[in-house]
């Protein structure tokens, strides 16, 4: 798609679907709200799993959070220094174990250390958990009942108050407690009622993140499964020559067999550092299908600018025909992206097109656009949506015509869903566009009846 020429065009056969403005069907100009469903995908394409890729993203957060460990410790503090106590402390029941989580003040003093675990029989909190001893025990050497307990002088405790730490449904996950070497005379009663309501407060931090833990444990699973087993696919959305409504090119998007939006499929995967493989997998699945395409169409895939800086995906795009590839590239508004400028040029050298997407008159947009000089400006459907009510939105769609036009790049219009739109998009200057009002996605068997 030089800068000189526009964007070559074949006429589909319409036998996959029917277009309302190519065959003079009469079109209601305000469509309803909830726009038609994306037909599901009919193939997908088994990947490796990322490690056989050998580009990981591990700029990510980590996988597996460790508790709230911040909130946490200052409520620990908080316990130690309102109650004159040497030591703070949050333990877990695991199975007949009580591992130690937190730890705020002295712990070296009393042997503890964070992950050290103790049998749960032989530990005060379990017994307090369990009623056998009270929340409150000022005096541990004088105290019948725990002064024979092996903890008392292994570690040397002298007073001790604690209280269970339960989740909203009841289980128990463990205790936080408070020690001193010396008995403490001033704990009362009343001070288990502090502890209390502190180990209510400890729980919903800790259940919340332990909520959190589940969440991404079960999105990993999801996202590892699709990469390793399949489950990706894609659909393919038209992209026209506004003039004569023939199709010059298709844009391929991503689907996901238990169904979603991809946006959110790729934020999740983004949160937990597999963002990078899941793209580089989305964007093989669209490269394998460029076959598929009726000869002539050009195939439009969309880029992060992650996934422009990755050598990986560039040489995969570089395998693909050229002549008939066009990169999208979203604004990033940040000038110092490292390598964006190179990698844009790099996929030029290959014989690839760029294209500068979702773009509505933001500056931040507009000093992309210069910085990388793209052949090809898409404008943001937000942009385009209503602009036969808009006038000053009519101003920025002129504006960016004429930015096109100046430095020889083709325009293309996302979000085309009434024939008012149309026709104002093409008095406006633009030549080519896509939206409901002129074909929804297609899945690879509607795709086969529009091939010539």
């Known amino acids: 798609m030089p800068r000189e020429s526009s964007l070559e065009v074949f006429h589909p056969l319409h036998r996959g679907y029917c277009n309302p403005l190519d065959t003079g069907l009469s079109l209601d100009p305000s469509l309803p709200s909830v726009l038609p469903e994306v037909p599901a995908m009919s193939e997908t394409l088994i990947l490796p799993p990322p490690s056989a890729v050998g580009e990981s993203d591990t700029n990510g957060p980590p996988l597996f959070l460790l508790p709230a460990r911040e909130s946490v410790e200052r409520l620990l503090v908080l316990a130690r220094m309102h109650l004159g106590m040497e030591v703070a402390i949050v333990s877990e029941f695991t199975g007949e174990e009580q591992v130690l989580r937190h730890l705020e003040g002295d712990p070296e003093a009393f042997g503890l250390q964070i992950g050290a675990g103790a049998r749960l029989s032989d530990t005060y909190c379990w017994r307090v958990a369990n009623g056998h001893l009270p929340l409150v025990i000022p005096d541990a050497r004088a105290d019948i009942r725990v002064r024979d307990l092996e903890v008392t002088w292994e570690a040397d405790i002298g007073s ?105 499929w790729f934020a999740d995967a983004d949160e937990i550092g597999l963002g990078a493989d899941l793209e580089r997998a989305a964007i093989q699945v669209s490269l394998a299908h460029l076959d598929d395409l009726p000869r002539g169409a050009y195939h439009w895939v969309s880029l992060s600018a992650r996934a422009m800086g990755s050598p990986t995906i560039r040489d995969m795009l570089a395998e693909a025909s050229g002549d008939r590839t066009i990169v999208g590239l979203a604004p990033t508004g940040r000038d110092g992206e490292p390598g964006l400028v190179e990698a844009t040029h790099d996929l030029r050298a290959r014989g690839l097109r760029i294209a500068f997407d979702h773009v509505g008159g933001e500056p931040t947009a507009l000093s992309d656009f210069y910085r990388l000089q793209p052949e090809v400006l898409r404008l943001d459907a937000g942009t385009v949506r209503g602009i036969d009510a808009d006038p000053p939105q009519r101003e920025v769609v002129s504006f960016l015509v004429r930015l096109g036009s100046e430095v020889g790049a083709v325009i293309v219009a996302e979000g085309i869903e009434t024939r008012e739109t149309l026709n104002l998009l093409r008095d406006l200057g633009v030549a080519y566009g896509q939206g409901y009002a002129l074909a929804p996605p297609l899945s690879l068997d509607e795709l086969a009846h529009e091939r010539p």
């Open 160 to 264: 001790y108050i604690g209280a269970p730490i339960r989740f909203s449904d009841g289980r128990l996950y463990g205790s936080v407690c408070c020690l001193s070497h010396s008995a403490n005379p001033a704990l009362r009663d009343r001070d288990a009622g502090f502890m209390t309501m502190l180990a209510a407060l400890i729980g919903q931090e800790l259940e919340a993140e332990w909520a959190a833990h589940q969440k991404r444990l079960e999105t990993f699973g999801r996202i590892r499964e699709v990469l390793e087993r399949g489950g990706l696919g894609v659909a393919f959305w038209p992209i026209f020559d506004l003039d004569s409504l023939a199709i010059v090119g298709y844009e391929t998007l991503p689907r996901f067999e238990e169904g979603g939006s991809a946006d959110r």
